[in-house]
T-cell receptor
Framework: AQSVTQLDSHVSVSEGTPVLLRCNYSSSYSPSLFWYVQHPNKGLQLLLKYTSAATLVKGINGFEAEFKKSETSFHLTKPSAHMSDAAEYFCVVSDPSGGSYIPTFGRGTSLIVHP | GAGVSQSPRYKVAKRGQDVALRCDPISGHVSLFWYQQALGQGPEFLTYFQNEAQLDKSGLPSDRFFAERPEGSVSTLKIQRTQQEDSAVYLC?????????????FGPGTRLTVL
């Protein structure tokens, strides 16, 4: 079975300061991990994904995430927050259990960016 | 269009009415997923198609929920005798290949409100 835990329901930062959104996962396999962003009234957009290649993954809009197997973590970071980063972020785990790679979403972290 | 589209974008139903939600996936995408996203929560898996075959419907909450994809392209999620707890955003996603860990592309969702 797979699961994912997003440790913070809300994260508040000032514009220009670093962003850290935390995610821990559980999987019986070598999982694939994703971060998606959801702006209000918009569809989910893929930020980045890890699929057993490099452990440090770079995504769009300056975001990156590091896969740490020993800590079962896949935290999302960005060096400097922009007002447009304010959105809901979802960490997702997917493994081949059942043969279908059905993904499991975390509950989401709301990123608030103050001017 | 190039993306996943869903219609209607908004639906208001009286309790007990039947509703039908449509998803047009990206052309050529083999896999199609339906998710339910309650307010303040992450998307939860409902059902999965590979071409016209419904391979997993373990997430459907009751027998009032029914999904089909008869020609392996457009899919319809039908909810019979809607209840207030069915109020949510229903998301559709498509993926190029079948059992793989590649990216899902999401539609904008249909927001269902049951009065």
């Amino acid at each position: 079975a797979q699961s994912v835990t997003q440790l913070d329901s809300h994260v508040s930062v000032s514009e220009g300061t670093p962003v850290l959104l935390r995610c821990n996962y559980s999987s019986s396999y070598s999982p694939s991990l994703f971060w998606y962003v959801q702006h209000p009234n918009k569809g989910l957009q893929l930020l980045l994904k890890y699929t057993s290649a490099a452990t440090l993954v770079k995504g769009i809009n300056g975001f990156e995430a590091e896969f740490k197997k020993s800590e079962t973590s896949f935290h999302l970071t960005k060096p400097s927050a922009h007002m447009s980063d304010a959105a809901e972020y979802f960490c997702v785990v997917s493994d081949p259990s059942g043969g279908s790679y059905i993904p499991t979403f975390g509950r989401g972290t709301s990123l608030i960016v103050h001017p | 269009g190039a993306g996943v589209s869903q219609s209607p974008r908004y639906k208001v139903a009286k309790r007990g009415q039947d509703v039908a939600l449509r998803c047009d996936p990206i052309s050529g995408h083999v896999s199609l997923f339906w998710y339910q996203q309650a307010l303040g929560q992450g998307p939860e898996f409902l059902t999965y198609f590979q071409n016209e075959a419904q391979l997993d419907k373990s997430g459907l909450p009751s027998d009032r929920f029914f999904a089909e994809r008869p020609e392996g392209s457009v899919s319809t999620l039908k909810i019979q005798r809607t209840q207030q707890e069915d109020s949510a955003v229903y998301l559709c996603a498509s993926k190029l290949r079948g059992a793989s860990d590649n990216e899902q592309f999401f539609g904008p969702g249909t927001r269902l409100t049951v009065l």
